[in-house]
T-cell receptor
Framework: DAGVIQSPRHEVTEMGQEVTLRCKPI?????LFWYRQTMMRGLELLIYFNNNVPIDDSGMPEDRFSAKMPNASFSTLKIQPSEPRDSAVYFC???????????FGDGTRLSIL | GQQLNQSPQSMFIQEGEDVSMNCTSS?????WLWYKQEPGEGPVLLIALYKAGELTSNGRLTAQFGITRKDSFLNISASIPSDVGIYFC????????????FGKGTKLSVKP
């Protein structure tokens, strides 16, 4: 069975550029989560959706970050404009419901120069 | 916000030894989860616990949901080199839904 699929796996771009990260959740999962992982802060929840509706975006750092889930099989996390401090590994995870165990993709390693 | 205290931060052990790590919280949790992360990959779910006192095994891994619902333990028996990685505990607080709280991880190194 396909797990959570994220693209790209790596992204290197210059500050000020727009960055779009993509996620395809596991088929049948109703909840989708975006995390950021850094050495200093560990895994941080940015935002999560249930049935394609954003439920909690309190973890989104600032207005430069936005996320959408236009349908049950696709979500994007966008950073515009990007800054060097946004460099991190961004993970997408999905679960059957909000309280079910979450399954993670392999992440996007983002470097902003 | 709520933090999970996970210990130890790192462990260096000899192949064949048993390993034990734990997580504690200041509030009650409804669910405890244990994940393993290897370099360049996302966390992989190892064990999920749903009830206080529950003891669950997955091969050489055994995890327990503490009676107080404020802690959980993960044991690995007879470690092997492929056990190397970072182990994370995570849980849902009582009354919360999607907000899965993670510990800082235990980095395990196994010497052949």
């Amino acid at each position: 069975d396909a797990g959570v699929i994220q693209s790209p796996r790596h992204e290197v771009t210059e500050m000020g550029q727009e960055v779009t990260l993509r996620c395809k959740p596991i088929s049948g999962h109703n909840s989708l989560f975006w995390y950021r992982q850094t050495m200093m802060r560990g895994l941080e929840l940015l935002i999560y959706f249930n049935n394609n509706v954003p439920i909690d975006d309190s973890g989104m750092p600032e207005d430069r970050f936005s996320a959408k889930m236009p349908n049950a099989s696709f979500s994007t996390l966008k950073i515009q404009p990007s800054e060097p401090r946004d460099s991190a590994v961004y993970f997408c995870a999905s679960s059957l419901s909000t309280a079910s165990p979450q399954h993670f993709g392999d992440g996007t390693r983002l470097s902003i120069l | 916000g709520q933090q999970l205290n996970q210990s130890p931060q790192s462990m260096f052990i000899q192949e064949g030894e048993d390993v034990s790590m734990n997580c504690t919280s200041s509030s009650i949790f409804n669910t405890w989860l244990w994940y393993k992360q290897e370099p360049g990959e996302g966390p992989v779910l190892l064990i999920a616990l749903y009830k206080a006192g529950e003891l669950t095994s997955n091969g050489r891994l055994t995890a327990q949901f503490g009676i107080t619902r404020k802690d959980s333990f993960l044991n690995i028996s007879a470690s092997i080199p492929s056990d190397v990685g970072i182990y994370f505990c995570a849980g849902h607080e009582g009354g919360s839904q999607g907000n899965l709280i993670f510990g800082k991880g235990t980095k395990l190194s196994v010497k052949p």
